[in-house]
């Protein structure tokens, strides 16, 4: 069984600090790699994607990929309280045509 | 302009009843899929459709049917709801059948089965 885990949280972060979400996936033979952001009520929305180990950035987040070790991690600089939501990490796995999704961790960001 | 858009957004029925829901893309992707989300809020993949074909059917009651008339919009159709097919129902489509590329969300149907 193909699976995502993620910790549910909630963890919570002072505004302005880095928040760090980390998600390990059970296959090496997955091949995508997907952070959502899901507001209460909301859809998930896509905030970054990453295929390749090591680290990519775009503003003020980072997702980090090694494969080798099968984690996946989301790096949120200088925290928002509009950061506070639930983050889903998705995978998707050779062979397969779905994403799939961790129970999300969520995050609070205290003003 | 919507990207990928649902109908209804809020859906309210009696158990025993049947009801649909539709979804439209208008990003030129040629799959989609219907994901459910549960009162605990994990996303789960129902069905999927690659230009109208189904190519993902897990295991879910034949009560779910699925429906592509055309590669930009994908229905489904809910026969003899029960209590616990309350939940929000998700579409999304993505470029290409590997799961390569992003999948973007519709707004979400939220079913209330009483």
């Known amino acids: 069984q193909k699976e995502v885990e993620q910790n549910s949280g909630p963890l919570s972060v002072p505004e302005g600090a880095i928040a760090s979400l980390n998600c390990t996936y059970s296959?090496?033979?997955?091949?995508?790699f997907f952070w959502y952001r899901q507001y209460s009520g909301k859809s998930p929305e896509l905030i970054m994607s990453?295929?390749?180990?090591g680290d990519k950035e775009d503003g003020r987040f980072t997702a980090q990929l090694n494969k080798a070790s099968q984690y996946v991690s989301l790096l949120i600089r200088d925290s928002q309280p509009s950061d506070s939501a639930t983050y889903l990490c998705?995978?998707?796995?050779?062979?397969?045509?779905?994403?799939?999704f961790g129970t999300g961790t969520r995050l609070k960001v205290l003003a | 302009d919507t990207a990928v858009s649902q109908t209804p957004k809020y859906l309210v029925t009696q158990m025993g009843n049947d009801k649909s829901i539709k979804c439209e893309q208008n990003?030129?992707?040629?799959?989609m899929y219907w994901y459910k989300q549960d009162s605990k809020k994990f996303l789960k993949i129902m069905f999927s459709?690659?230009?109208?074909?189904?190519?993902i059917n897990e295991t879910v009651p034949n009560r779910f049917s699925p429906k592509s008339p055309d590669k930009a919009h994908l229905n489904l159709h809910i026969n003899s709801l029960e209590l616990g097919d309350s939940a929000v129902y998700f579409c999304?489509?993505?470029?290409?059948?590997?799961?390569?590329?992003?999948?973007?969300f519709g707004q979400g149907t939220r079913l209330t089965v009483v």
């Open positions: 999304a489509s993505s470029q290409g059948t590997g799961g390569i590329t992003e999948a973007f």
């Open positions: 990453i295929y390749s180990n």
């Open positions: 990003l030129g992707h040629d799959t």
């Open positions: 459709y690659n230009n109208k074909e189904l190519i």
């Open positions: 296959d090496r033979g997955s091949q995508s």
């Open positions: 998705a995978v998707t796995f050779s062979g397969t045509y779905k994403y799939i």
